[in-house]
């Protein structure tokens, strides 16, 4: 068995990472999975750090299937745009470079400087991947991709953005759109049920950190900069015909119980793809 020696060291919000992470690890196991990160298996396996407490949550799976969701987006965008730029914003623990990566791609994960810390224990700087330390309200960022990198450009900003207020998100909005007009953003909202209720909630309850933005529609979103448009916008019950058809049918048969109930919970967060003016 590895030896757990990597120690953290890490933020209220950072340490939020670890629930993806551990997602993804936990899918890699199963006979029957929605994804594959043999990647994340060896991460968990080496941070000091008591997974166990996320063990069997519903939410796991919930963030499996909304980053199996950004990687098919990453893979249309690169399919369309085999040169373009990919931005992981609050990147984490992320492997979306190891499963989607085409070969000619420029990639750049950002995070603060705690969690590029330990992302540097498993991952280095390559000449079409670099890391970048930074908070995503620090503008500084933007000049480094521009400078490093064409476009076109697709930002990924998963289990990001609900921790700001929306002010900062509205902030991060416009750092993006005038610096890479024409791009695409992708990211997760989180309701105000939500947001209210986010004490009980399965995952959350074991860490520290609460999201502070809540958004009552994704579409309010287009209304922040003329020329916004949505072009896709879903719940972990309403995902692509495309996507649901590829799950294993164990998911499919949840998902589909999920969408008849209808829940709060389920309804108000959601997956959508935006491009920027």
């Given amino acids: 068995m590895t030896e757990r020696t990597v120690r953290l060291d890490l933020g209220t919000v950072q340490e939020t990472l670890l629930i993806p992470l551990y997602g993804r690890a936990v899918e890699n196991r199963k006979e029957d999975a929605a994804l594959r990160d043999a990647r994340a298996e060896e991460i968990v396996a080496s941070i000091a750090y008591d997974f166990a407490r996320f063990d069997n949550l519903p939410s796991l799976i919930g963030t499996v299937l909304r980053t199996a969701l950004f990687d098919r987006w990453?893979?249309?965008?690169?399919?369309?745009?085999?040169?373009?730029?990919?931005?992981?914003?609050?990147?984490g623990l992320n492997t979306r470079f190891e499963r989607v990566d085409n070969g000619r791609a420029?990639?750049?994960?950002?995070?603060?400087?705690?969690?590029?810390?330990?992302?540097?224990a498993f991952f280095q700087d390559v000449p079409r991947r670099r890391m970048i330390a930074a908070s995503v309200t620090d503008g500084s960022w933007t000049a480094d991709v521009a400078r490093l990198s064409d476009g076109p450009y697709f930002f990924s900003a998963e289990a990001v953005l609900p921790f700001l207020d929306e002010t900062d998100v509205r902030?991060?909005?416009?750092?993006?759109?005038?610096?890479f007009p024409g791009s695409l953003l992708a990211l997760d909202t989180a309701g105000p049920t939500i947001i209210a209720n986010q004490d009980a909630h399965d995952a959350l309850s074991k860490v520290e950190a609460r999201m502070r933005w809540a958004c009552a529609d994704p579409a309010e979103l287009v209304?922040?900069?003329?020329?916004?448009?949505?072009?896709a916008s879903h719940t972990l019950s309403s995902l692509p015909p495309q996507m649901y058809d590829s799950l294993p049918t164990g998911y499919q048969a949840m998902l589909s119980e999920l969408a008849a109930q209808r829940l709060p919970q389920v309804e108000e967060y959601r997956l959508s793809l935006l491009q920027l003016p």
């Fill in 223 to 231: 209304q922040w900069r003329p020329g916004t448009r949505l072009l």
């Fill in 74 to 91: 990453v893979t249309d965008f690169l399919g369309a745009h085999p040169g373009g730029t990919v931005v992981e914003i609050g990147t």
């Fill in 106 to 120: 420029q990639w750049f994960d950002l995070d603060l400087p705690d969690v590029i810390a330990l992302r540097r």
């Fill in 171 to 179: 902030h991060v909005v416009d750092l993006i759109a005038e610096r």
